[in-house]
């Protein structure tokens, strides 16, 4: 009887161990995800080669003399210019039909901004925006509704314009630059499913593929959730030679739009 219930207990331990044994094997997407909250992982993006389009743009004095921003010490004493945030050939690359654009705006005396995207090779207006703007510095947010559809292997080109004076538009600030919509390759689309529970390392394999667009939007929203992403943030942007000022800057929602028009 002793031997009998020695066994007995034996293949109860053994049956527990099994059962402990497939619950942690279960679970390998889970513990990624939680494995990676104390390490950092390194998120640039590789140099991009010219394609036509006009140089990163600063918007002191970009249409008139007399600009309304941080030409004036008073309003913003960051140093900063309105600036896109964008690579160094001003091409935004994205794999979504409805992007997001931001934009680094300083503190300013005027509250009216205008955003527009037009299709480069038709002109075709896509989509029009006007915002009020908020009364600090700070990266601006516009995403693209879903009404708007851009079209892979099209480039599109956006321009933010603070207007400085509404009697006179000679004295409105602006920036522009591309957007153009790419498509992941077969084996980029299989490493982005083997990792996607793993945002952080979503972010660094979109920036690997030279896509902008994903790659930012994922590190915005990890600020807000896991602060130590802050410094794949920050390295992000050095990356493409933006200044520390606009790097650190805080993100602003997309603003309330007062009218637009949209299609496609």
Same mark, same amino acid.
């Given at each position: 009887?002793?031997?009998?219930?020695?066994?007995?207990?034996?293949?109860?331990?053994?049956?527990?161990l099994?059962?402990?044994?497939?619950?942690i094997?279960?679970?390998?997407?889970?513990?990624?995800?939680?494995?990676?909250?104390?390490?950092?992982?390194?998120?640039?993006f590789?140099?991009?080669?010219? +394609?036509?389009?006009p140089?990163?743009?600063v918007?002191? /004095?970009s249409?008139?003399?007399?600009?309304?921003?941080?030409t004036?010490? $008073?309003?913003?004493?960051?140093?900063?210019?309105?600036?896109?945030?964008?690579?160094?050939?001003?091409?935004?690359?994205?794999?979504?039909?409805n992007?997001?654009v931001?934009?680094?705006?300083?503190?300013?005396?005027e509250?009216?901004?205008?955003f527009?995207?037009?299709e480069?090779e038709?002109?075709q207006?896509?989509?029009?925006?006007?915002?009020?703007?908020a009364?600090h510095?700070?990266?601006?947010k516009?995403?693209?509704?879903?009404?708007?559809?851009?079209?892979?292997g099209?480039?599109?080109?956006?321009?933010f314009?603070?207007v400085?004076?509404?009697?006179?538009?000679?004295?409105d600030?602006?920036? !522009?630059g591309?957007?153009? +919509?790419?498509?992941?390759?077969s084996?980029?689309?299989?490493?982005?499913?083997?990792?996607?529970l !793993?945002?952080?390392?979503?972010a660094?394999?979109?920036?690997?593929?030279?896509?902008?667009?994903?790659?930012?939007?994922?590190?915005? +929203?990890?600020?807000?959730? +896991?602060p130590?992403?802050?410094?794949e943030?920050?390295e992000?942007? $050095?990356?493409?030679?933006?200044?520390?000022n606009?790097?650190?800057?805080?993100?602003?929602n @997309?603003?309330?739009?007062?009218?637009?028009?949209? /299609? @496609?």
């Amino acid at each position: 009887m002793a031997i009998q219930r020695y066994f007995s207990q034996l293949k109860l331990l053994t049956m527990g161990l099994i059962v402990t044994a497939l619950m942690i094997f279960s679970l390998p997407a889970q513990s990624q995800v939680s494995s990676r909250k104390g390490i950092q992982v390194s998120i640039k993006f590789p140099p991009t080669e010219d +394609r036509g389009a006009p140089a990163r743009t600063v918007g002191v /004095g970009s249409r008139g003399s007399n600009a309304c921003t941080n030409t004036n010490p $008073k309003t913003d004493n960051s140093g900063n210019a309105l600036t896109a945030i964008i690579p160094e050939n001003n091409i935004e690359t994205t794999v979504a039909p409805n992007p997001t654009v931001y934009v680094y705006v300083p503190q300013t005396i005027e509250r009216t901004a205008e955003f527009s995207l037009v299709e480069r090779e038709s002109e075709q207006p896509v989509y029009q925006k006007t915002f009020s703007l908020a009364n600090h510095a700070g990266i601006v947010k516009i995403d693209l509704p879903k009404t708007v559809s851009l079209l892979p292997g099209n480039t599109y080109q956006w321009e933010f314009v603070i207007v400085c004076d509404q009697e006179n538009r000679e004295e409105d600030e602006s920036v !522009d630059g591309w957007i153009e +919509r790419t498509s992941l390759t077969s084996e980029q689309a299989n490493k982005l499913k083997k990792v996607k529970l !793993d945002l952080l390392k979503q972010a660094q394999l979109y920036a690997e593929f030279g896509v902008w667009n994903e790659s930012v939007n994922i590190l915005t +929203r990890l600020r807000d959730i +896991r602060p130590q992403a802050n410094t794949e943030w920050k390295e992000l942007l $050095k990356s493409v030679n933006l200044d520390d000022n606009i790097v650190d800057a805080p993100i602003l929602n @997309s603003p309330p739009e007062k009218t637009s028009l949209s /299609g @496609s």
